[in-house]
């Protein structure tokens, strides 16, 4: 069974640009989520998604958005990017049972953006 | 929101000492797991424990929901355990989850 994907692996960015991360969700998994992880702030929560839906959301600037597709793949957009938006982006899947009891979370590999 | 505590900050150890990581929280939870980072930046699960015992080779967790903390265990550590060992509770509102994280700890194994 394959993990979860992150693409692409890294990205440089210049400031003021936009960026689209993509993650593909191990295989019947329905829920995906976001993480933003930097030196001094750590892991921080930015979406989380079920079956297209967005069903909480992080602290975080209307410039980072994301969505799900029917397939459960899911995409992250950071616009008009800035110099602290360098960070390693995390995505998880999960399933849940026929109880809607859910299972841990599985994390991909991340993509590294760097902003210059 | 839900504060993440986890100690040491940093542990050194030599190739086969035992050592326990603990993790305190603020307030009840849905669920804890324990990742571990590699050096690529990888999340691994390694216990998904919202209460109880685990065990897992030579790693174990104990989780005591009612007194809000955790415990991981590693036993004759390798250089290969070495890393950043994170923490994360999850509180669910309705149908909405997310995990908040501790700041880790990071565990450098020397021969």
């Known amino acids: 069974k394959a993990g979860v994907t992150q693409t692409p692996r890294y990205l440089i960015k210049t400031r003021g640009q936009q960026v689209t991360l993509s993650c593909s969700p191990i295989?019947?998994?329905?829920?995906v989520s976001w993480y933003q992880q930097t030196p001094g702030q750590g892991l921080q929560f930015l979406f989380e998604?079920?079956?297209?839906?967005?069903?909480n959301k992080g602290n975080f600037p209307g410039r980072f958005s994301g969505r799900q597709f029917s397939n459960s793949r899911s995409e992250m957009n950071v616009s008009t990017l800035e110099l602290g938006d360098s960070a390693l982006y995390l995505c998880?899947?999960?399933?849940?049972?026929?109880?809607?009891?859910?299972?841990?979370?599985?994390f991909g590999s991340g993509t590294r953006l760097t902003v210059v | 929101g839900i504060q993440v505590e986890q100690s040491p900050p940093d542990l050194i150890l030599q190739e086969g000492a035992n050592s326990t990581l603990r993790c305190n929280f603020s307030?009840?939870?849905?669920?804890l797991q324990w990742f571990h980072q590699n050096p690529w930046g990888q999340l691994i699960n390694l216990f998904y424990?919202?209460?109880g015992t685990k065990q897992n080779g030579r790693l174990s967790a104990t989780t005591v929901a009612t007194e809000r903390y955790s415990l991981l265990y590693i036993s004759s550590s390798q250089t290969t355990d070495s890393g950043v060992y994170f923490c994360a509770v999850e509180r669910r509102t309705g149908t909405a989850s997310k995990l908040t994280f501790g700041t880790g700890t990071r565990l450098q194994v020397t021969l």
């Open positions: 998604y079920f079956s297209e839906t967005q069903r």
């Open positions: 424990i919202p209460s």
């Open positions: 295989s019947g998994h329905r829920s």
């Open positions: 307030d009840s939870v849905n669920n």
């Open positions: 998880a899947s999960r399933a849940w049972n026929d109880g809607y009891e859910p299972f841990g979370y599985t």
